[in-house]
């Protein structure tokens, strides 16, 4: 149990363009999800925190017209990286609270390794 | 400001020796302290965790070492194998935000 995916696991795309990420919890329902980055060798760095039905809590730093999120539902969250540069290639990584209600467990998916040409 | 800790930052063990990772934080607010383990291209996987009212938690070859008046706790790995080289994080959580730490670049060489 506490399945957590993600789609695309890679994606490249040019410069100027915009991708959309997709964060599903596959056998829970999750009403905070979590959107992180990683650069390489690096830890996770928390972006913003994705609350279903209302507007994500962006961590300071974080653009938050440049990193769309929408958790429209409680087992899908999106990030959609708007007018991508090249700085912006990194790994994108979620994470799903669990359940129940107090716990404090966050199960994270596979990742999503974007790159910017 | 790094409020999570995380020492060393790379560590080779035998394989079947102990692999000891030690992270220290700041923030009293912190309730809840998970371990991470990546690999490579991977998300990362929640290993063990522990709440600062315990001073120990031991799930197979991994325990979880708390020492609450010194903000400091630490994983150890018993009889370290090959499958057990990844990348570890030690985390910190306060209403539902984790802090991770640095990492650690394990490496367990036969």
């Known amino acids: 149990g506490a399945v957590v995916s993600q789609h695309p696991s890679w994606v490249i795309c040019k410069s100027g363009t915009s991708v959309k990420i997709e964060c599903r919890s596959l056998d829970f329902q999750a009403t905070t999800m979590f959107w992180y980055r990683q650069f390489p060798k690096q830890s996770l760095m928390l972006m913003a925190t994705s609350n279903e039905g209302s507007k994500a809590t962006y961590e300071q730093g974080v653009e938050k017209d440049k990193f769309l999120i929408n958790h429209a539902s409680l087992t899908l969250s999106t990030l959609t990286v708007t007018s991508a540069h090249p700085e912006d290639s990194s790994f994108y990584i979620c994470s799903a609270l669990g359940g129940r209600a107090l716990t404090y467990e966050q199960y994270f998916g596979p990742g999503t390794r974007l790159t910017v040409t | 400001q790094q409020q999570v800790k995380q020492s060393p930052q790379s560590l080779i063990v035998q394989k079947g020796g102990i692999s000891i990772i030690n992270c220290a934080y700041e923030?009293?607010?912190?309730?809840?302290f998970p371990w991470y383990q990546q690999f490579p291209g991977k998300g990362p996987a929640l290993l063990i965790a522990i709440r600062p009212d315990v001073s120990e938690k031991k799930e197979g070859r991994f325990t979880i070492s708390f020492n609450k008046s010194a903000k400091q706790f630490s994983l150890h790995i018993m009889d370290s194998q090959p499958g057990d080289s990844a990348t570890y994080f030690c985390?910190?959580?306060?209403?539902?935000?984790?802090?991770f730490g640095i990492g650690t670049k394990l490496q367990v060489i036969p």
């Open positions: 923030n009293t607010a912190f309730d809840y």
């Open positions: 985390a910190a959580s306060w209403n539902q935000k984790v802090t």
